[in-house]
């Protein structure tokens, strides 16, 4: 079966200086797509930007303008928009983020601010461009296997849980009250994934251990932001068109195991 094309398309990455971000961004110009990629502007260049198919729009995901913004530039620059992809966010252990009775006011805002306000800001700005255009479009939200499926030992950012939730409910409405309008709407959960984000639990051997069982998938281990790119281009691309509102977990079968590290066979 051949691989799903962009072909043509016009995508907005928010979120594409590293990580499954760029990851994406190379992707996607592979598949044929034109691509703005949206990043902070303490990121500096991403490695593709010199291709003749992407430009950097730099800003910060949590303001309300970068995306609508970005999403105006990249119509400008290509003639069109198409498809969004939003990635930005990150753990918010930074501000303090932690199991429920330890969070303050300032750690729970400041985390769904970065996880889910971004989201908002730039699903909201699609939206609108979409249905001005009278084209359709299609729109992936980057959400969290922590949505559906926690881990309490390890995993205990709980503003985070609930921001990567709240995304999935986001996506989940959007998608039905958009469809009769060609707007799609579809999240990818990935679980631990090899990322700048993720250096603290990969640095831990006693995660590393419980990945092996609970992502038991290719040998058990983290993914590889390449892992999520064929899934990613195919939501964005019109192989999906009869595809909206679904969350699909990308995530070596995190969501599916229990961790243990019993040997089934």
């Given at each position: 079966m051949p691989r799903a094309s962009l072909e043509?398309?016009?995508?907005?990455?928010?979120?594409?200086?590293?990580g499954l971000g760029l990851s994406a961004v190379r992707a996607c110009v592979e598949a044929g797509a034109s691509v703005v990629a949206v990043n902070p502007a303490d990121s500096g260049p991403p490695s593709t930007d010199r291709a003749p198919r992407v430009r950097t729009w730099l800003?910060?995901?949590r303001d309300a303008e970068t995306a609508r913004q970005a999403i105006r530039y990249a119509a400008s620059e290509f003639g069109r928009f198409d498809a969004l992809y939003h990635v930005a966010g990150?753990?918010?252990?930074?501000?303090?983020?932690?199991?429920?009775?330890?969070?303050?006011?300032?750690?729970w805002q400041e985390t769904l601010r970065l996880n889910l306000t971004s989201v908002f800001h730039s699903n909201r700005a699609a939206a609108a461009r979409f249905l001005e255009q009278g084209t359709g479009g299609?729109?992936?939200?980057?959400?969290?296997?922590?949505?559906?499926?926690?881990?309490?030992?390890?995993?205990?950012?709980?503003?985070?849980?609930?921001a990567k939730a709240a995304i999935v409910g986001l996506t989940t409405s959007a998608a039905a009250y958009y469809a009769p309008r060609g707007i799609r709407?579809?999240?990818?959960?990935?679980?631990?994934t090899d990322t700048p984000m993720s250096g603290r639990a990969l640095s831990d051997?006693?995660?590393?251990?419980?990945?092996?069982?609970?992502?038991?998938?290719?040998g058990g281990r983290a993914g590889r932001a390449s892992d999520l790119d064929a899934?990613?281009?195919?939501?964005?691309?019109?192989?999906?068109?009869?595809v909206t509102g679904q969350s699909l977990a990308v995530d070596g079968g995190w969501s599916v195991s229990d961790g243990s590290a019993r040997d089934a066979f």
């Open positions: 043509g398309k016009v995508v907005v990455v928010v979120g594409g200086s590293s800003g910060d995901a990150g753990s918010g252990r930074a501000f303090g983020d932690g199991p429920l009775h330890q969070l303050s006011d300032s750690a299609s729109v992936l939200n980057m959400a969290s296997v922590l949505a559906r499926s926690p881990s309490p030992g390890f995993f205990d950012t709980h503003a985070y849980a609930t709407f579809n999240a990818v959960l990935p679980g631990l051997p006693r995660i590393l251990e419980f990945i092996r069982h609970k992502q038991p998938l290719d899934a990613v281009v195919f939501l964005l691309s019109d192989d999906s068109r009869f």
